[in-house]
Structures are given as C-alpha cells and as structure tokens.
C-alpha cells in the first residue's frame, strides 16, 4: 500500500514533469504543500526528502526546494549558475565492521558488517564532495532479496542512489537526522579535492529511517567550504 509521503512525492514528480515545476524552479514550501495535499507537515518534509534522495531536486538556505531533473529525460535546460549539478560516480563498495561513531548512528554493535559505499561529486576533473555511506548488512540483504542488486559490488550495481532500490525492497527510507559542523581538512581528503589544508571543509552527517524509524543507512559527507551550494543539504524544516 502506498504511504501518504510517497504519494505526494509521485504527484510532485509528475507535475514536474509535466513542466509545472521547470529546472531551476522552486517547489512550494512545505505549509503550501500541507494545505494542498491535506498532509502533516512531517509527511510533506517525507515527500520533499524523497525528491531530493532521487536526484530530481536540491536545497538552497535561504531560497528553497530547487527543481534540478526531472523523471522523464526532456530536452536540456540551462540551470542557474547558483544550481550545482556536479557529476557522482560510486567509486568504491564493499563490506566492512563498522566503528563505534557509526555502529551508534545506525543502532549496531560495534564491529557489525556493513556495505561501505564511497561516492565522489566532480565538477570537471575535480572532486568538489566526498560521500560516505554505511547500510547495515540486514538492509543490504534485504535490497539484494528483492532487487536482485548486490550493493556491495560496485560493477554489479552502480547505482549512485539507493533511495529506488530500498523503496523497491519496501523500506520506504526518509531522512531524519542531520548534523553539520566545519572543520579543517584531513590529508586525503586535501588530496582527493586538490585543496589547501589551511581551507575549511564541510562536514554533514545524515541517518535516513525507514518508516517504522529504524536506522537504515547512515552517511556523512565532505564538501569545500568555498562551494555555493552544499548537495548535502537536507529539508528538515
């Protein structure tokens, strides 16, 4: 049965495509989208979440919920300049026993085997954002059980989001907890980014629940300071 979150979700994606929301567009804010599809505020911040896990929009403070793909492949648009659209690419995937900082974001033991997924956002040549991400070995089987797509292999399964395969498993993910802080770089990470270690790096962590609230994948991400528009910014409000 299709939750309430996910069918505001499908009919934003649909008047998307139909070109009521453009590339580059604005979605309504979320007291807008309560009133209009008689949802909780917490259901319409669900569907926004699912726009944004999908690729199809990104979240710009201080203006909105920024329309930047649509479902359907349509002929180019021209974003804004203040809309990132960088390319993701997987670059690694495999399983690992999860540290303590993490096994505490998703609710394991520390030393549970998870899937560790590492994907990079490039501009260009350069790396402008690293990725993170930890999915529990239960919620890894599961996807694999009902999809058929073994996450922890990169060339089997490139998928740069999950967010389609955990919906087709029935885990339904929303996101629910995000911290952001900044600090300085670490050596890799100056290496990967091809920055200074005198300039600041963004670092947000993010734990996405499946509708019963449980922990299903955890990431936490990198990003030059310098950048416009952070893609880990997440609709929380």
Not at 101 to 115: F, N, P, T, W
């Amino acid at each position: 049965m299709e939750t309430k979150y996910q069918h505001v979700a499908d009919q934003l994606i649909a008047a998307i495509d139909r070109g009521e929301y453009p590339v580059g567009s604005v979605l309504p804010p979320l007291r807008d989208l309560t009133m209009r599809f008689g949802v909780a505020r917490g259901t319409a911040r669900a569907a926004v979440a699912v726009l944004v896990g999908e690729g199809l929009a990104v979240v710009k403070q201080g203006v909105g919920t920024l329309v930047c793909g649509t479902a359907r492949p349509t002929r180019p648009v021209e974003p804004p300049t203040w809309v990132v659209r960088p390319q993701l690419e997987v670059v690694l995937s495999g399983w690992t026993g999860v540290g303590a900082e993490v096994a505490a974001r998703l609710g394991l033991a520390s030393g549970s085997l998870a899937v560790h997924r590492v994907r990079h956002h490039r501009q260009g040549t350069r790396v402008v954002q690293i990725d993170q991400q930890w999915v529990p070995a239960g919620v890894a089987g599961r996807i694999e059980r009902n999809t058929g797509q073994d996450i922890a292999d990169r060339q089997a399964t490139p998928h740069t989001h999950l967010t389609v395969l955990m919906r087709r498993a029935g885990l339904n993910p929303v996101v629910a907890a995000v911290t952001m802080a900044a600090r300085m770089p670490e050596r890799g990470e100056c290496v990967t980014m091809g920055i200074p270690p005198s300039r600041p790096v963004l670092v947000a962590h993010h734990v996405v629940h499946d509708s019963t609230g449980k922990p299903v994948e955890a990431t936490t991400t990198v990003a030059s300071a310098e950048r416009a528009t952070p893609m880990f910014t997440i609709p929380m409000n």
